[in-house]
Structures are given as C-alpha cells and as structure tokens.
C-alpha cells in the first residue's frame, strides 16, 4: 500500500502525529510539504493523510480529486479548532478561518484520527465518522526519551511548553514568588529559547524568576528528534493550563514526555491531564502544589519517576499505539 502524507507546518504536530507514528507502518510511505491541486495526479498513493487542515485554499477539491481516484483521505485532530479570545493565534485563525476549514476537512475524512474521547465526540459533533482515537505515544528505546538525569543540589522545577503558553504559564506566578522566596535553594529551567520568540521568553523568565529576584536556567530550544533531553535537566516538570474550553479538549502530552523521562510532572487539575500514577502530581492551587513538591526530597521524587515511567511505557509505547489504515 502506498501513503502520502502532507508534513504539518508544526514540528511538533507533525512528530507525534505523523511522521513518527507513521514511521511505524508496514507500508510505503512518503511525506509531501504540500499538495496543490494541480499536482493531485502527480502523487500516487492510496491513502492519503494530513493533520488540522491543507493550507491550500483549494482544500476542498483537492479532497474532492483524491476521493474521486479512490484514494482513502484520512484526518488527524490533535486540537481543537476554536481558539479563546485571548490565544496569541487568534487573529491568524480569523484571518485565515482556520475553524471553517478544519470543520470541512472533518466532513469530508473518511476516517479521522485523535487523541481522546473527548475530542473525539467533539469531532463527532461536527459531522465527523469513523473516528479513531490514537493517544500521544513514544518509543522507549529511542535514545531522547531514555533516563538519563543531571545532577545538581538545587531543586529544578522545569517548564517546556511553547511560546503560545503565557497565560498558562501565568496561572504558576506566585508560586513561583514564594518558591524562591524561600530558604530552598530553587532553580526555574525554561526550556524552548529562541530568537523568534525573545519577548515571550522574557516574560517568561519574569514570571519563573518569580518577579525577577529567582534563579532561571534558560535552555536553547532543540529539535524534535533531541528534545526529550530537556528534562534531564530538572527533578520535576509543570504543565500549567488555564481553565478555558480550548485547554480542556488537548492532549496529555507533557505528562507522557514527563513521564517517558522518569520526571515527575505537576499538572492542572483539569482534563486532559487524567491520568492516575505516582509521580503525576495534580493541583488547583499552584503555591500549594510547589509546596508539595518543595517537601520532598531528590530521592523520593526519582523514585516516583521510575514509576511514572513504568506507568508510561506501559500505557504510551508508541509500538502498541500503531496505525491502522
């Protein structure tokens, strides 16, 4: 069998949701950039695969002309396509009305891959059939989500959301403040630096300072196939989410890296983050939630990090998680 797939512009989307899982088939894959219409008999495949929505305005009779051949269209949905007034894409997605493509490529599918059932109902909503839920997966052998810790005296609490996160990552700021006022000797590690992004990752670095008094270790953002080895740098990771409609239909990701790496990872408690295994710590209150984690010692939370990542291997190994077409 032949399989085309259109690489999404997110490296990241297009890692987890695509080219990685896909590398996992037994069949003859092979990626395009993009597919113009007028290219559509060009590209021999019998299924063809593409994550959100095409970029093309044409997006309908590109589908159409596929489907026309023969050729399977299968979608993959990761997020949802409505975004809160206050997403740093919002506008873009007006603009471009991302939300009335991505709603017509879920019609058209034949067949649409998720993350969870609750975006999958909701795809379902939309009109969408033959949904297949697909979580966020690893593979453990791989050399970037393998243990290997860093030591250090200090206790490293690290963030490693992207730079459309500030009013996520907001929701930590006085615990932050608190943290480092403490005797606890406490160092933020802010992962994902980049040029393109410097005044998100200044204000960043404020509110993991704790208001500009704290130790903050900035880390150089890395590629897909390295980036695990970020959490090898800290005892325990965050994942922060504001309680908004957007946030609650995405993926528990950050707990499978987190946990891939033997990290223990504090988390909102909110939907998607439902999974239940020691080393998945949980709060409504982020000042108390540091607190929790500030009472441990090193070694009682490397050993809820050998856990978690029992628990995630178990649950997320990507080779059990495989693609059916």
Known sequence: MKVAYIQSTSS???????????????????????????????VECD????????????????????KARGTKVILDVD??????NDHPAKEAYKVHKIAARSIEAIRMADQIWTTHQRLADEIRRCGGSKVRIYPNALDPTDEQWKVNRTKSNRLRIGFTGGSTHDRDLYETAKAWKIAHASEQDIEAVMCGVNEQAYEVYDRYHYIMSGGGSGRVRPI?????????????????????????SFNRFKSNLKIVESGMKGTPIMCSWM????????GIYKTDNWRKGFAKIMRKSKARLEDEGDQLREYVVKNYDIRNHKREL
Request: glycine share 2%; net charge negative; proline share 7%.
């Open 12 to 42: 990241g989307v297009n890692y987890h949701r695509l080219a990685n899982p896909l590398s996992y088939l037994d069949h003859e894959v092979t990626a395009y950039n993009t597919i113009p219409l007028d290219k559509v008999n060009e």
């Open 220 to 244: 150089q953002k890395m590629d897909v196939h390295n980036y695990g080895c970020l959490y090898d740098h800290m005892d325990v990771s965050i994942a922060p989410l504001a309680d908004n």
């Open 47 to 66: 299924v063809l695969i593409f994550s959100r929505y095409m970029i093309e305005s044409e997006q309908t009779d590109i589908i159409h002309k596929f």
């Open 271 to 278: 939907h998607p983050y439902i999974d239940e295994a020691p």
């Open 79 to 84: 997020d949802h396509w409505s975004l809160p």
